[in-house]
């Protein structure tokens, strides 16, 4: 994609990728920049008229009964930004603040928002120029807002805090001016409030993550195939009447990418022929996968609707003339979906970790070697890959943990409850990576167990992936230093080189 048009209702997942991590550029229709001039024009007059309404001529939180003389609104929404920022940790990727970014100009482009189109299109500029803001990861509640994150993104328009430009980290103020882009003069009433009171820190690390999770799902199902051939899995398990007879959509689609991705292969066994079943971790696989991406695709429904959600508070009506004061910054409603998000990537770890155990322990993998290594006790073989797999999978187990049944209150107990999304966001990011971790061990364990069991002929699929591995790792005929070994399929699996080659072939459902 070459341009992003934002008009505050109909941006993808797939665009908010493009420009969050591809850099597409991005530029706002000219019916939200009307949209947008029409909440500003209502919040200058109840300014020009002494109105008190929240955030506007009030303070914030538990000040939002003070009255502030319009000389300082201003005052009161910079002093709202410099003192909002304070979070800690690292900083979040370059891709996770774009998207930031990129969500809360879609976010005010709905016109809620009373921010003004000039402020905004600075935002809009920092994106398409690449000067990315740094913003810590940590100290957001995911309600009011995330508040911290969003001010850190928003002090280098005032020439505060840091970016990074060009590969190279600048103060604010000194890499605005590396980009050619000028700073505010200052923000106009309401704006502070405008450009930081919403749950875009959140939703783009969500976003990022299931974008990322529907990939790694297919990559679940072509490695678990790659170990069930070299397993001489018994394919009936996968016959469509099976799971039609049940009716879950994940399941039948996981089936269905099963037996595609076999397809021709000779290792592949029927019932009865060496064994009437196979373990839970090959003979429920549809079942399990498929619940996985069950939940990833309702998760993907809730982050679709908050691209596109005004989430700040208050919010500017101008066509009824009103400005109302509620809760969509609260992130209750992509909380619990994060935290979703987190045991259903988490399932995928622990069954991968499963089958590693299976092929590399000789009294489980139907006559592969001990530790899939000639002359195992000289040599340790594949031991410790199935170790460290176990210790990802069991650091997933903690993660998994939901963070929105947890909450702290603040503001003087103005704001009593609190999500905690951005939390379950992070670590859902986390987990994926781990998963990722994992099932890169698996693929490289199983094409280690696919060249010992001297398969004649894979499956149309799975030849695909193992032939991506072997093209970068070779059979370990006796002990080597593994990992490189890992890092090379790791790099395969972070990079999705894997399901785009053999999607090419087999096309796979989610």
Excluded: W
């Amino acid at each position: 994609m070459k341009v992003v048009k934002l008009d505050g209702n109909n941006l993808t997942l797939e665009e908010f990728v493009a420009v969050a991590r591809f850099n597409a550029k991005v530029e706002l229709t000219n019916e939200a920049k009307l949209n947008m001039q029409k909440s500003r024009d209502l919040v200058e007059h109840y300014v020009s008229n002494e109105a008190v309404r929240y955030g506007i001529t009030t303070g914030f939180g538990s000040l939002s009964e003070t009255v502030i003389n319009p000389k300082n609104t201003a005052k009161l929404q910079k002093n709202l930004i410099i003192t909002h920022a304070v979070g800690v940790g690292n900083p979040f990727s370059i891709e996770i603040v774009r998207g930031m970014m990129l969500l809360r100009v879609n976010s005010i482009a709905k016109g809620f928002s009373g921010v003004r189109v000039s402020t905004v299109q600075l935002l809009l500029d920092m994106l398409n120029a690449g000067v990315t803001p740094v913003v810590p990861e940590k100290g957001s509640l995911g309600a009011s807002g995330d508040l911290a994150p969003l001010s850190h993104m928003i002090l280098p328009m005032l020439g505060y805090g840091e970016v990074f430009y060009q590969g190279k980290k600048y103060t604010g103020k000194n890499g605005m001016k590396a980009a050619g882009l000028e700073l505010l003069s200052g923000l106009a009433s309401k704006e502070g409030l405008g450009l930081i009171n919403g749950t875009q820190a959140m939703t783009s690390v969500g976003a990022l993550t299931t974008y990322d999770a529907i990939n790694t799902m297919k990559l679940a199902d072509i490695t678990a195939m790659v170990s069930a051939e070299a397993l001489t899995a018994v394919k009936d398990a996968y016959d469509p009447r099976i799971h039609e007879a049940r009716g879950q959509i994940g399941q039948l689609a996981t089936a269905r990418n099963f037996l595609k991705l076999i397809d021709g292969s000779s290792a592949i066994t029927r019932q009865g022929e060496l064994r009437n079943q196979d373990a839970y971790s090959i003979r429920c696989l549809p079942q399990i996968h498929g619940a996985s991406k069950d939940a990833i695709n309702f998760i993907k429904s809730r982050v679709d609707i908050e691209l596109n959600a005004a989430t700040d508070n208050p919010l500017v009506f101008p066509d009824q003339e009103d400005v109302l004061s509620g809760g969509n910054f609260h992130g209750q409603p992509m909380a619990l979906p994060f935290d979703f998000l987190k045991i259903a990537l988490a399932e995928i770890a622990n069954i991968s970790e499963r089958r590693i155990e299976r092929l590399v322990n000789k009294n489980l993998s139907n006559g592969l070697p001990s530790m899939l290594v000639k002359s195992p006790g000289v040599n340790s073989g594949f031991m410790i890959v199935q170790y460290s797999a176990a210790a990802v999978v069991s650091e997933n187990k903690v993660l998994a943990h939901p963070a929105s049944v947890d909450s702290i209150p603040s503001c003087e107990n103005q704001e009593d409850h609190v999500s905690m999304g951005t939390i379950a966001a992070r670590q859902a990011r986390e987990i994926l990576q781990n998963v990722q971790y994992v099932l890169a061990m698996e693929l490289l364990t199983a094409c280690q167990a696919v060249d010992l069991r001297r398969i004649d002929k894979l499956g149309k699929g799975s030849k695909i992936a193992y032939d991506i591995v072997r093209e970068k790792v070779d059979f370990m005929k006796t002990d080597r230093v593994i990992k490189p070994d890992m890092n090379k399929v790791e790099e395969l699996v972070f990079n999705n080189v894997i399901v785009e080659a053999v999607e090419k072939v087999v096309p796979l459902e989610i």
